[in-house]
């Protein structure tokens, strides 16, 4: 279906459909595994072409809430979790209009750098909540960053799918408090 819909919908780089297991199944595949067993909801920042969300949901577990704001986008999602069942919730909005959501764990892939990905995820966060953000060769620099403004506690992860990737958990994130 990827494959189909890339003709007519930009989902994924045309030179990563030749890897498309490797670079996109695999790569959102090993999410679950790091899935907390108590975890009821999986909220998917900026699903795109469904990963890791998507994904997620195919594989069971937890609800998966995919937010999207691009409607053609958002056809795919649905049309692929039709096919397979996956019981996916499709939320076709932009993160500032979404409808209020609780999460237990965030994820996104090739979504934004990480200071922005945590000011669209903390809100979202139930208490005790974490976040799985599948994250490139700027994991330090992106890191650096967010701890000018953010507090949260890391456990990195080795990439399955990308020896230069990381998965990023994070937990307890917090502003940091002017005084």
Request: aromatic letters at 6%; glycine letters at 8%; one cysteine or more.
């Amino acid at each position: 279906m990827l494959v189909e819909w890339q003709r007519r919908v930009n989902l994924v780089s045309t030179a990563s459909l030749a890897d498309v297991w490797r670079r996109h199944l695999l790569d959102s595949a090993q999410l679950h595994g790091l899935l907390p067993a108590t975890a009821g909801t999986v909220v998917d920042l900026g699903s795109g072409a469904g990963f890791p969300g998507l994904v997620l949901a195919i594989m069971g577990g937890p609800t998966v809430h995919l937010v999207e704001s691009n409607g053609r986008k958002c056809a795919f999602l649905d049309a692929v979790n039709r096919a397979t069942e996956a019981g996916a919730v499709i939320h076709n909005a932009r993160l500032a209009d979404l409808e209020p959501l609780t999460a237990d764990v965030v994820t996104a892939r090739a979504f934004a750098p990480l200071p922005r990905l945590l000011e669209a995820a903390q809100p979202l966060l139930a208490e005790g909540g974490q976040c799985l953000f599948l994250k490139g060769r700027k994991v330090n620099e992106e890191l650096t960053e967010s701890a000018k403004t953010w507090m949260m506690r890391t456990t990195r992860f080795h990439s399955s799918s990308d020896p230069s990737g990381t998965i990023l958990k994070v937990e307890e994130i917090s502003r940091h408090h002017d005084y």
